[in-house]
């Protein structure tokens, strides 16, 4: 179980490491997908056009529905690109997921939120295919040619999956953190090289010398008591 924490910590890290240009664009493809997701979910099923909150501000509408006629049988195939684009998802590529979310909700408007389950079959087609490839490599030695292991493939499979599964999630979890951010109590950062405890009792100098000596040094010898006269 804290195996599974400090994995989900580690990759909630990931999906905030970007550049601030980069984490603005991720906080407006998060908010869009999320609120077209939430709307599949609530009934209605609106496609990721008809969320933008413009009739509720009051815009004018005229290019939305030209947009949304001119999407009209153009661009389902976006679905397969947006899946590929997940598929080559990394912690330092992190803006293809992006891109792909942006590619689905172009191909919703075409074919509706079929689009999701075309991408997701095309990243599983994707994936497998890695997978059959990668038993080629079992027992390569990476010394002085590129192979593919099936381990590094698992591996980079499922941070693909999760970093791209997790885009909706952002904006919201940016929120959470700046509204909960001042109330809550962090442990004391240890410096670089810093012991956390102290030393251990066999370290310790025994009680009964003094400060001035020194384990091992024999005790200062006591002064010769007078005899009786």
């Not at 496609?47 to 009051?58: F, H, I, M, Y």
């Not at 172009?106 to 490839?133: C, I, N, P, S, T």
């Amino acid at each position: 179980m804290k195996e599974k924490r400090q994995e989900l910590a580690r990759l909630c890290r990931t999906a905030v490491d970007r550049s601030r240009w980069q984490l603005a664009f991720a906080v407006v493809v998060s908010a869009w997908s999320l609120a077209w997701v939430a709307g599949q979910a609530l009934g209605g099923a609106p496609s990721p056009l008809e969320v933008l909150p413009v009739r509720w501000a009051g815009l004018p509408t005229g290019w939305l529905d030209a947009t949304r006629a001119w999407f009209d049988g153009r661009t389902g195939f976006l679905a397969v690109a947006g899946g590929l684009l997940w598929a080559m998802t990394s912690p330092h590529r992190q803006s293809s997921a992006l891109v792909g979310w942006l590619a689905v909700m172009a191909a919703a408007e075409d074919v509706g939120y079929v689009a999701v389950r075309w991408a997701l079959v095309a990243l599983a087609v994707f994936l497998a295919v890695m997978g059959l490839v990668s038993l080629t490599g079992r027992r390569a030695f990476v010394v002085d040619r590129v192979a593919v292991i099936p381990r590094d493939v698992a591996r980079a499979g499922a941070t693909a999956v999760a970093l791209s599964a997790v885009v909706p999630l952002v904006a919201p979890g940016l929120v959470l953190v700046r509204l909960v951010g001042p109330y809550v109590t962090r442990p004391p950062r240890r410096r670089p090289g810093a012991p956390i405890v102290g030393p251990s009792s066999a370290e310790r100098p025994p009680s009964g010398l003094r400060r001035s000596e020194t384990p091992g040094e024999l005790p200062g010898q006591l002064p010769a008591q007078r005899g009786a006269r």
